[in-house]
Every structure is written in structure tokens, then in C-alpha cells.
T-cell receptor
Framework: DAKTTQPNSMESNEEEPVHLPCNHSTISGTDYIHWYRQLPSQGPEYVIHGLTSNVNNRMASLAIAEDRKSSTLILHRATLRDAAVYYCIPGGNAGNMLTFGGGTRLMVKP | DVKVTQSSRYLVKRTGEKVFLECVQDMDHENMFWYRQDPGLGLRLIYFSYDVKMKEKGDIPEGYSVSREKKERFSLILESASTNQTSMYLC????????????FGPGTRLLVL
């Protein structure tokens, strides 16, 4: 499994954009990059995933570096409900299990 | 909307008791998973199942067993609960070939006294 490095915690103000970084320098050429988040007292929740191109969905955007050794999850306008632990998880599209590291705890201030 | 439910949010058991944790999903997913989550250790995979009556050991299966008699239900069994099994237990499901996109239940916080 590719090793990931994420900041332990980040702070943001409500209504402002948030950029959550992740380094995955040992990622293999076929590994996707997945992001999950875990709200307090809940199970993890899928956010987004991508391979090479930047991806957008209703929850977030994922920007992937050209060399794929890092990626950034972008929340365009943070709300208090976005306060959670965000996990970056490189992995294969089939057959590989998710390996959750420590993640980044995002705190959103009103 | 996809849904994974777990039988209890909180459970208190005594050492040596047999404990059943139930998980049900309504998405007709073939794959189901059991994890435990502990501070500083992240989520660790206990067991998973690719189909009815099939099971595979994850990273930490010792002290646990599982049962998958129906597609929608995956049970985790602690044969003789011990205090080091106090943890948050999370169930998840996914489509075949899409283990990376898992849908999680709300979790069961188990305390073994």
C-alpha cells in the first residue's frame, strides 16, 4: 500500500474554501486516490476519488498533481457540518481494501 | 439513499460473554466488511465477505468470527469478549470489484467490562 502523509489538523473559517493536502509519493501507476471523511460519532463517508484528472462532485473537488505524488481535496465553501476527519487513501480499483491512516481533523470556525 | 444499519449504537458486555454485532445493508451489495476503530490506530479490517457464506480474514481476525447467511446481513461474533475488544465497530458494504467505495454504518461502540 502507498504511504500517505496528511496534516494532523487544520482550521478554517465558515464560508471560506479549504484545501486539504495529501502526499502519496509511493503511489503506483494504477492506484486511484480516494477521500473519505468521518463526522463525529458517525462511520466514514465516501467523498470523492480520481486517478489522474481533477474531479468534481457535489461534495468537493479533487486536484491531483501531474506526477500523482500528491493531491488536494477542496471544499469550496466550508460549513460547520464539514467539521470532520478527512482521510486520503490511495488504492486499486478492484481487489484492494481501504487502508485508513490518521487523516486530517478539520475544524470549522463560525 | 443507500443504507447500512447496525443493531446497536452502544453496547456494554462483561468479560467472557458471547457478543453478536449485526449489520444490515439494503443496497444488494455482495461485499461486506467489519472494522474496528481505536484512537491512534485508525480503522483496522477484521473480516470481510464477498458473498453469502463466504468470509475472508482481514488484518486482525483473532478473537472474532463472522457469519453471512443472507446477502444483506453480516454478523460479527466475539466468542468470549475481552477488555481489549472494547472499541468502535464499523460495518461497511460495497459492490463487487469496488471495494474502494464503501458505505459505512454508524458504528457500535462496545465496552467490555
Amino acid at each position: 500500500d502507498a504511504k500517505t502523509t496528511q496534516p494532523n489538523s487544520m482550521e478554517s473559517n465558515e464560508e471560506e474554501p479549504v484545501h486539504l493536502p495529501c502526499n502519496h509519493s509511493t503511489i503506483s501507476g494504477t492506484d486511484y486516490i480516494h477521500w473519505y471523511r468521518q463526522l463525529p460519532s458517525q462511520g466514514p463517508e465516501y467523498v470523492i476519488h480520481g486517478l489522474t484528472s481533477n474531479v468534481n462532485n457535489r461534495m468537493a473537488s479533487l486536484a491531483i498533481a501531474e506526477d500523482r505524488k500528491s493531491s488536494t481535496l477542496i471544499l469550496h465553501r466550508a460549513t460547520l457540518r464539514d467539521a470532520a476527519v478527512y482521510y486520503c487513501i490511495p488504492g486499486g480499483n478492484a481487489g484492494n481494501m481501504l487502508t485508513f491512516g490518521g487523516g486530517t481533523r478539520l475544524m470549522v470556525k463560525p | 439513499d443507500v443504507k447500512v444499519t447496525q443493531s446497536s449504537r452502544y453496547l456494554v458486555k462483561r468479560t467472557g460473554e458471547k457478543v453478536f454485532l449485526e449489520c444490515v445493508q439494503d443496497m444488494d451489495h455482495e461485499n461486506m466488511f467489519w472494522y474496528r476503530q481505536d484512537p491512534g490506530l485508525g480503522l483496522r479490517l477484521i473480516y470481510f465477505s464477498y458473498d453469502v457464506k463466504m468470509k475472508e480474514k482481514g488484518d486482525i481476525p483473532e478473537g472474532y468470527s463472522v457469519s453471512r447467511e443472507k446477502k444483506e446481513r453480516f454478523s460479527l461474533i466475539l466468542e468470549s469478549a475481552s477488555t481489549n475488544q472494547t472499541s468502535m465497530y464499523l460495518c461497511a458494504s460495497s459492490l463487487p470489484g469496488h471495494q474502494e467505495t464503501q458505505y459505512f454504518g454508524p458504528g457500535t461502540r462496545l465496552l467490555v467490562l
